[in-house]
Structures are given as structure tokens and as C-alpha cells.
């Protein structure tokens, strides 16, 4: 019996080998590695060992705020706009009406599409001179905007008809930045469309019979059954899109100059900023540093999110 | 009727806004270097510029890009098919020591932000002396725990009683995965190679730290170069932009229920 067992658990390596390979070579064991590179003055070479003053300089450094700012608000921007337009556009397409399967190629395509190339696309979309956007929104009398150039921020610039100037902690991203989010919902929408489509089909029809016969309205099934039994999906995709925008680098890197962080810095994410100290400046150590504390600021998050909304979510 | 108009109207106007991009693209690329710098802009090419595409694709060496792009492409599929396929066949089918644990460790894995693994990966390509190569592009993403976790679900979904008949038939464990198991598996598979092939077609970041030389360039890295090097001529950017997406394009067309299976199935059990 014993010598079985352990035949079969030399099976089972055997097995995994290719994978644990891969995984333990480049992923497990260089999270450890990139700790210990942090805490040292790494250049192109390993260079003294310095604590944690690359942690320390990180935290000071207004640079650093500023991605993590700049992340924040991507993530966020991303992840509301992306969830609720995924649930308005799955619940219609899993309504009885003709052309779903049409609908849902076309909202899918997008997600296929490479990012550098389609991002190519928008930034021409958005071209403050030539862009045909500016050219359309000019149809309906709204004055041309500089978008990915524009380093003001889109409260600031929606107030500033009214004459009003928000204080600077209020003007909220930049337009290069809500430029950039448009971007990812209009490439991630098909994503969240069909994961939707996928939770609502899980959906039991007799719950919304019983529903009927008990003289619920549409809004109330809406509100008392779609939206809570939807919710493990949504919470599913709240988490997943979260750790996603925190490491997306594609987009930015092509709609607005990687050199300077975009207009004025405004669009320099935190993973631009890290790929910049180590592609462009070799602090190597300093990058890892930095990288580590977004990993934690992405853990703590994932771990609010599951604490603070997932007792809220309803598992069948 | 009059309730399905009201969900009609706002799914054609959202589809509109979704397919208008690739519209603006294949217009722009096909005008004159006068007409797409034109405002106001035309809607449709006055005159069809078929010359673009052989001008974007030889401004930069595309040609060697695409080989590179396919190849690695190809190579990370066939590694993350393997290597996930006979991992989750392990989770779900041999009863090894230490199986929970190693699985809670892969799982963890997919929380690791690639940030994290950017200047580590590196040190170790470039002492391996793998930098510039098709192994430093192709190996670090050589499998895929979604992958194992997707197939995993597929073996354990197996019933029981299969692997008692193909026992008694002679088939050992090998033999199972590889007569019964895999060929079962087989829309699983498809799902998890496109999901791979999509990916490294896509990467940007990996292959702009991993290689430096442009021999070894992929297209999605020539095509961010290219935009850089090649200042205001939209018109030729956005033929090439064209290009490097239609083989994509063309493979969604063809396998679209994978790529939506692929998506829908992430949801489930998250």
C-alpha cells in the first residue's frame, strides 16, 4: 500500500514537472529573488546592499504617489464603467430578441484585437488636430479638446464653463487619462459582456416564474433576483479587472508619450513608472521596490474587496 | 415587438461605436497621405490607395516581425498545451503526495503582478544568456495555471467508470490521458492553445525587456516602434495597424466559440 502511494506521487511529479518548472523558474522563486534585489543598490550590476532605503526613497518620492494615482484612477474609472456597461448590454442580450449572436461577436471583437494596434487606432481617433472625434463632437457644438495631450482634469475642464475652478485635489484625472480609460472599456467590454451572459444563463428560469406568479415587476426581479444572483460573477469580475488595470502598461505606452508619462505626467501609470526606473533609468533595485509595493497595494485591495463586498455577494 | 425596439435601438447604436474604430481604421488606410491628414475628414476614400499596405509593411522590417511573432507564438502554444495538459491530468487524476498544496501554490502564482517578475526574470534570462532569444521570449510563459485550472475541471468532470473499463482493457495511466483523456478534451484544448496563441501575439511588455535586437523583434513590438519612428503618416500606420491584426481577426472569425467559451468559462468558479 505504501510503496503504491509512492509510486504514484513520483507519477504525479512526473507529471507536473514541465509546468512546476516553469512556474517555480520564473515566477515562485523570483518573487523572492526581486526582494532581495530590492533591498540592494542594484544598477546593471548587483551594487551595496542598502535596506529597505529603496522603499523608503519610493514613499517619498511624489513620482511614486503620482502613478499610484494615476493607477487608482484608471482602476476605477475601468472596472465601474466596464461592470456596469457589461450588465447593461449582457441582461438585453439575454433577453428573447433577434441577432444575439451577432450582437455578441461584435462586442466581443474588440478584445481580440491586439492593444498596441488598436490603441494605435483611438490615438488617431483622438488626435487633438486631424481626429475625426473632435470633428464629430464639433457636428453637435462641443469645442475640440486636446485629449491625449490635455494634462487638466475632467472635473476641471467640466466645470470650467460654469467658471468655476475645482481646488487640486478635486479635478479629478486627466483627459489624457479618460481618454485612455475610454480605450480599455471600449477593448475589455466583451470580456465582461460574456461573462455576464454566462452568469445570468445560471440563472434558474423558475426563480423568475415563482417571481412573476407573486406579481414582481420588472425592476423588482431586476432589483431582488437578477442583481443578487448575478452577483458572484460580478464580484468575480470586480476582483479580476482590478488586477488587471493595475498592471496595464500596453495602452499607455502607445496613446501618449512614454517618455514624459503622457501630458504632464498625468498618464504615467505605476507600471509604466516602474518599467521607466528599470528600462530607462537601470535602478533595477529601486524598480523591484516599487513593484513590491504595488503588488501589496494590489493584495490589500483584493483583500478589501473580499472582505468588505464579499459577504455581500449571494452563492447559490 | 414594441419592447424588443427599445433594447434594439441602444444595442445597434452601442455596436455602431464598437465596429467604428476598425471603419476608421480601414478608411484611413486606405487614403492618401493628403486626405487622411484632411480636416475635415472624409468619411469614405476618395480614391482607394492600395499602395499603403506594401509601404507600411516594408518601412520596417514586418516581414521578419511576422516570422518571429508565428514562431514564438506557435512554440509557447504547443508548450502551454502540453505542459498544462499533463499537469491538470496530474490534479485530477493521481493521487500524489502534497497535491493540495502545490495546487494552492499555482493558483497563487496567478496573483503575482508581472511587474514583480520584470527585473528578476531578466537577471535570470541574461545569466542563463538567454537574452535576445527565442527562449527568453518563449519559456517564462511556457504554461498557463488558468490553463491547468480549466482542464483540470474537464478530468475531474471524467466519469470513473472510464478509467475502470480502460483499465481492464490494458491501458495504463500514460495511455488513458493520452487515448481517452486528451482526445476527449479536445474542445478544452483548442480553447486553452488560442487563449496562449492570443497572448503572445498581444505581449508588449515581456518581449521589450526580453529582447533587445530588432531581429528579434515581434510585431506588436515593431509596431510600437514603428509609430515612433514614423512621425504623422496615419495613413501608413494605420495599414499597418491593420495588418498585424487581421491574422487574429481571421482566427477569431473562424474559432470565435472558443475564444467566447474561453471567456465564459473564466467566470465560472472564480
Not at chain 1, 464629430?136 to 475632467?154: D, F, H, K, N
Not at chain 2, 503572445?200 to 530588432?214: K, R, Y
Request: glycine share 8%; charged share 10%; aromatic share 16%.
Amino acid at each position: 500500500m505504501e510503496s503504491v502511494r509512492w509510486r504514484d506521487s513520483i507519477a504525479g511529479y512526473l507529471y507536473l514537472l514541465p509546468a512546476l518548472f516553469v512556474l517555480m523558474a520564473f515566477h515562485f522563486i523570483p518573487i523572492f529573488y526581486a526582494l532581495y534585489i530590492s533591498m540592494f543598490n542594484w544598477r546593471i550590476l548587483q551594487g551595496p546592499f542598502v535596506g529597505i532605503a529603496n522603499y523608503t526613497a519610493a514613499l517619498t518620492n511624489p513620482d511614486f504617489w503620482d502613478s499610484l494615482k494615476v493607477t487608482v484612477y484608471y482602476a476605477g474609472g475601468v472596472v465601474i464603467i466596464s461592470i456596469v456597461l457589461s450588465v447593461l448590454i449582457g441582461y438585453a442580450l439575454t433577453q428573447r430578441i433577434r441577432g444575439r449572436s451577432i450582437y455578441r461577436l461584435v462586442y466581443f471583437l474588440p478584445y481580440i484585437t491586439p492593444v498596441v494596434a488598436a490603441a494605435l487606432v483611438f490615438r488617431w481617433i483622438f488626435h487633438a488636430q486631424y481626429g475625426i472625434l473632435n470633428y464629430v463632437l464639433g457636428l453637435v457644438g462641443i469645442p475640440a479638446q486636446q485629449w491625449l495631450l490635455e494634462p487638466r482634469g475632467i472635473v476641471e475642464l467640466m466645470l470650467l464653463p460654469i467658471g468655476i475652478a475645482p481646488p487640486g485635489w478635486a479635478v479629478g484625472p486627466s483627459l489624457a487619462l479618460v481618454s485612455i480609460i475610454i480605450f480599455t472599456v471600449w477593448h475589455s467590454i466583451g470580456f465582461g459582456v460574456v461573462v455576464v451572459m454566462a452568469g445570468l444563463s445560471n440563472i434558474p428560469s423558475e426563480v423568475y416564474d415563482a417571481a412573476r406568479i407573486d406579481g414582481a415587476g420588472p425592476w423588482q426581479m431586476m432589483r431582488r433576483i437578477t442583481l443578487p444572483l448575478l452577483s458572484p460573477t460580478l464580484f468575480f469580475l470586480m476582483v479580476v479587472s482590478t488586477i488587471g488595470a493595475f498592471q496595464s502598461f500596453s495602452s499607455v505606452y502607445i496613446m501618449t508619450d512614454p517618455v514624459h508619462g503622457g501630458p504632464l505626467g498625468t498618464t504615467r501609470n505605476a507600471t509604466m513608472y516602474i518599467f521607466q526606473n528599470f528600462f530607462e533609468f537601470t535602478r533595477l533595485g529601486y524598480a523591484s521596490a516599487v513593484a513590491f509595493l504595488l503588488f501589496f497595494v494590489v493584495l490589500g485591495l483584493t483583500l478589501l474587496q473580499v472582505k468588505v463586498i464579499g459577504p455581500r455577494v449571494h452563492y447559490q | 415587438m414594441s419592447g424588443s425596439w427599445m433594447l434594439h435601438v441602444p444595442l445597434v447604436i452601442g455596436a455602431v461605436i464598437t465596429l467604428f474604430p476598425f471603419y476608421w481604421m480601414m478608411t484611413t488606410a486606405f487614403k492618401g497621405i493628403e486626405e487622411a491628414s484632411a480636416f475635415p475628414p472624409t468619411f469614405w476614400p476618395t480614391q482607394l490607395v492600395w499602395d499603403n499596405f506594401p509601404r507600411a509593411w516594408q518601412a520596417a522590417p514586418f516581414g521578419r516581425y511576422l516570422v518571429n511573432t508565428v514562431f514564438v507564438a506557435l512554440g509557447q502554444t504547443f508548450c502551454v498545451v502540453v505542459s498544462a495538459c499533463l499537469a491538470a491530468y496530474a490534479f485530477a487524476r493521481v493521487p500524489f503526495r502534497g497535491k493540495n498544496i502545490v495546487f494552492m501554490c499555482f493558483l497563487a502564482t496567478m496573483m503575482i503582478p508581472i511587474e514583480v517578475l520584470l527585473v528578476p526574470d531578466f537577471i535570470i534570462l541574461k545569466t542563463l544568456g538567454w537574452y535576445d532569444t527565442y527562449l527568453a521570449l518563449i519559456v517564462p510563459w511556457a504554461t498557463s495555471v488558468f490553463a491547468i485550472f480549466l482542464l483540470r475541471q474537464f478530468f475531474l468532470s471524467l466519469p470513473n467508470e472510464l478509467w475502470d473499463a480502460a483499465q481492464i482493457d490494458g491501458c495504463g495511466r500514460f495511455g488513458f490521458l493520452w487515448r481517452i483523456a486528451a482526445p476527449m478534451a479536445k474542445p478544452a484544448l483548442v480553447t486553452v492553445g488560442l487563449l496562449s496563441f492570443h497572448g503572445a501575439w498581444n505581449a508588449l511588455l515581456w518581449p521589450l525587456i526580453a529582447t533587445g535586437s530588432s531581429e528579434m523583434r515581434l510585431l506588436q513590438v515593431g509596431l510600437a516602434a514603428f509609430q515612433s519612428d514614423a512621425r504623422v503618416q496615419y495613413h501608413l500606420w494605420m495599414a499597418a495597424a491593420a495588418l498585424t491584426m487581421a491574422p487574429m481577426l481571421v482566427i477569431f472569425f473562424f474559432a470565435q466559440r472558443y475564444f467566447i467559451e474561453g471567456a465564459s468559462r473564466s467566470g465560472i468558479k472564480g
